[in-house]
């Protein structure tokens, strides 16, 4: 009798999770698509190649490649620093990389706009220079790289906690530099969470909309990510326009999940 009742609340969980997933995450993909692709092929595919658009996704993958670099390299120093020493305040230190994750990114392009706004902290001192970092370009990498900052550093940190110090130590005995040992001691076993907080940071920097669209400016053909571009297009009732690059923007984020959780998988069937 547990068993039967066991069963019948088992698959009632797994009714309600399917049932959830249908609804939040399968349904409105099923409509985006549907949606940029009303009028045709065609039209969605022209929609994509107008100049605007082609502006918008080359700015996205300008911003993305130079996000993520920066961050993947950001977040092994801040990962071995955090997992390899003991030091003064690395609680707080941990505190401020977890720092965007909790701040709305709306909060965080605002302070980029009271440092580096026209009214800025040094609005004034850049003008005077012949400057701009607020709506420009990289106004837009700062914000991003902010909002992105914590995931290779957040995914890294259990894995090089788990290694411990022993097979460096060994490695600087046998006379290895510091780079020799990252590379080729303590990277090789957490490339897989390396390469999963890879991809989530590729994955956020794509789809940010928040921080990027308070010092972008939304100024069309010139700092209008793809997001922001989705957001124009809908504005101005451009629907099939709008659907079909929220249909790419989509496309682009699935497929970085896509590959993170093969990765995460071909991790789990490594023997340890």
Not at 39 to 61: F, N, W
Not at 73 to 81: D, F, K, S, T
Not at 164 to 193: H, I, K, M, S
């Amino acid at each position: 009798m547990t068993t039967t009742r066991f069963s019948i609340s088992r698959l009632i969980l797994c009714g309600c999770s399917y049932a959830v997933v249908l609804l939040m995450l399968l349904l409105p993909l099923v409509l985006i698509f549907t949606e940029a692709l009303r009028q045709g092929v065609h039209a969605a595919v022209s929609a994509l190649l107008e100049p605007d658009a082609l502006s918008a996704m080359r700015l996205t993958a300008f911003v993305t490649v130079i996000v993520t670099v920066t961050n993947t390299l950001g977040g092994i120093a801040a990962a071995w620093c955090l997992t390899k020493y003991s030091f003064m305040g690395k609680r707080f230190l941990i505190t401020l990389i977890e720092l965007p994750i909790s701040v709305s990114p709306v909060i965080a392009g605002l302070i980029w706009l009271l440092l580096f706004g026209q009214e800025g902290w040094w609005g004034n001192w850049l003008a005077a220079h012949n400057m701009q970092i607020a709506f420009a370009v990289p106004g837009i990498v700062l914000a991003t790289l902010f909002v992105t900052f914590p995931y290779v550093t957040r995914t890294l940190m259990p894995y090089m906690e788990q290694q411990g110090r022993d097979a460096e130590e060994a490695a600087f005995l046998l006379g290895a530099n510091f780079w020799q040992t990252l590379w080729q001691v303590t990277l090789p076993d957490a490339r897989w969470a390396l390469l999963s907080g890879i991809l989530l940071t590729t994955a956020r920097a794509i789809g940010e909309f928040g921080a990027v669209s308070v010092v972008s400016g939304h100024i069309p053909g010139v700092t209008e990510t793809m997001p922001l571009h989705i957001e124009t297009l809908y504005n101005g009732y451009q629907t099939v326009a709008a659907f079909s690059m929220a249909a790419l923007l989509a496309l682009c984020a699935m497929s970085t999940v896509l590959l993170r959780t093969i990765f995460e998988h071909s991790f789990r069937k490594q023997p340890s």
